[in-house]
């Protein structure tokens, strides 16, 4: 992976994982379908092994042994019930996305299946929407992550080439979505992938977290 400098005049950034903390989101979405179901959460390694599995589209009925069609409708209707209550920022992203927006143009790319005004609802409580001159959720795209679509509508928007640009995102998704565009990747490890995971889609750079992330963009 290359450790240079990169070069942005574009900077693309996840939400769940890369900005917030999702995990209590996660977590209670998973109780509520559960309860739904008349069951109980078995753990809350399920719970975080749920979102895990559904980015990179393999099965979860061996970890939640119920009806997987009526659990996902109660799971997705649960998180973007609780999440704008259980999502946290993480520490110093604030100013973090003020010296990016100091270099590069800021673009928002969430996966989450909801209007981009509730995004900038979310993102005005936490005193960051400022910084996005874009944002693009699923509901935007035909094809969301891990197709390039998403991205290509924010390297037009943002009126930029997309070789200037970066994508950084906890996610396989987000790399794989970088490398269809042809922008440079960068992996974050606060979300909840794996470093082993994250590495095998070979990004240009692995970070701990986004608050790294200005002292390799230039």
Same mark, same amino acid.
């Given at each position: ?143 969301? &992550?891990? #197709? =390039?679509?998403?991205? %290509?509508?924010? +390297?037009?928007? !943002?009126?930029?080439? *997309? ?36 590495? &095998?889609? #070979? =990004?240009?750079?692995? %970070?701990?977290? +986004?608050?790294? !992330?200005?002292?390799? *963009?230039?």
């Amino acid at each position: 992976m290359n450790q240079e400098k990169m070069k942005a005049k574009g900077i693309f950034l996840d939400l769940d994982g890369t900005l917030v903390d999702s995990r209590q989101a996660y977590i209670e979405a998973a109780r509520i379908a559960f309860e739904s179901l008349g069951k109980e959460l078995p753990d809350e390694n399920v719970a975080l092994e749920i979102p895990r599995r559904l980015e990179k589209s393999q099965p979860i009925s061996d970890i939640i042994n119920v009806d997987v069609q009526r659990f996902l409708a109660a799971y997705f209707h649960g998180f973007y019930l609780v999440a704008p209550q259980k999502t946290r920022l993480f520490p110093k992203v604030s100013i973090t996305l003020r010296l990016l927006a100091r270099k590069a143009k800021l673009a928002l790319v969430t996966m989450r299946y909801v209007p981009k005004l509730d995004i900038r609802k979310e993102l005005d409580y936490f005193g960051i929407s400022e910084h996005f001159s874009y944002v693009v959720t699923a509901l935007d795209t035909v094809k969301p &992550k891990p #197709s =390039p679509e998403a991205l %290509l509508e924010c +390297v037009k928007a !943002l009126d930029v080439d *997309v070789c200037d640009c970066i994508i950084a995102g906890d996610s396989v998704n987000d790399v794989r979505a970088g490398k269809a565009a042809g922008v440079r990747t960068v992996a974050l490890l606060s979300g909840i992938f794996w470093c082993e995971e994250l590495a &095998k889609e #070979s =990004p240009d750079l692995i %970070l701990a977290d +986004v608050t790294e !992330l200005p002292n390799y *963009v230039e």
